[in-house]
Every structure is written in C-alpha cells, then in structure tokens.
Nanobody
Framework: QVQLAESGGGSVQAGTSLRLSCGASGRTSGYNLGWFRQAPGKEREFVAAVSWSGASIYYADSVRGRFTISRDDAKNTVYLQMNSLKPEDTAVYYC???????????????????WGKGTLVTVSS
C-alpha cells in the first residue's frame, strides 16, 4: 500500500513559478511516479511522469519546456517544478504512482495504482 501527499499548491500570477512536492509512504521501489491535473469542468489529464530508475521522463505537450519533473528516492518524493505558468494551468494537481511504463500513463488515467488527494494551483492573468 502506498499513500501520497501533495503540497506546494497556491495562487500565483501568470509568468511566475511554483514547485509541487509529493511525499510517498510505503514501498515505492520499482514504481514510476508522476503528475496529472484536472481543471474545473474538464477531465483529468496527464502532465508528467518519471520512470522508476529516473532514466526516462515524459511530458504532456502542453507543459513540455515549462515544467520539470524529478524524483528523490532517498526522500521518497517526486517534484514538479512549474515555470512560466499560464491561466490554463489552473487545476488540481494529483500525484500518482504506478508500475506500468511511464510512457503509457497518458493512455491509462483510469488504471493508475495510487493517487494523492490533490493540491490546487490557481494562475491568474
């Protein structure tokens, strides 16, 4: 069993940055880690994922070049550095853990093993 707790959300102006953190309790060795988001009135969507080894990283086209995902296995934590934020980045951001290949996460939103409760990011123009 894995439990996830996100932090770092908040309200910011467009063009600024935020860093989200997700601490995991339980055994996460061998798991891939990542982030999804859900904007008001929209479906949850893939944001970024990093493989269990850290060697492979994947981003949604909408955030590539602005967001950076990283993991610190010593701290059992995954981060999402979000730069150049836009109003369309406003959403609840969810941390996720899953054994499936990180390259497939954008296709299997409904099959992710573990979810955090989410942290709200609001970007105003």
């Amino acid at each position: 069993q894995v439990q996830l707790a996100e932090s770092g959300g908040g309200s910011v102006q467009a063009g600024t940055s935020l860093r989200l953190s997700c601490g995991a309790s339980g055994r996460t060795s061998g798991y891939n880690l990542g982030w999804f988001r859900q904007a008001p009135g929209k479906e949850r969507e893939f944001v970024a994922a990093v493989s269990w080894s850290g060697a492979s990283i994947y981003y949604a086209d909408s955030v590539r070049g602005r967001f950076t995902i990283s993991r610190d296995d010593a701290k059992n934590t995954v981060y999402l550095q979000m730069n150049s934020l836009k109003p369309e980045d406003t959403a609840v951001y969810y941390c996720a853990v899953d054994r499936s290949s990180a390259s497939t996460w954008h296709l299997r939103i409904n099959a992710i093993d573990y979810w955090g409760k989410g942290t709200l990011v609001t970007v105003s123009s």
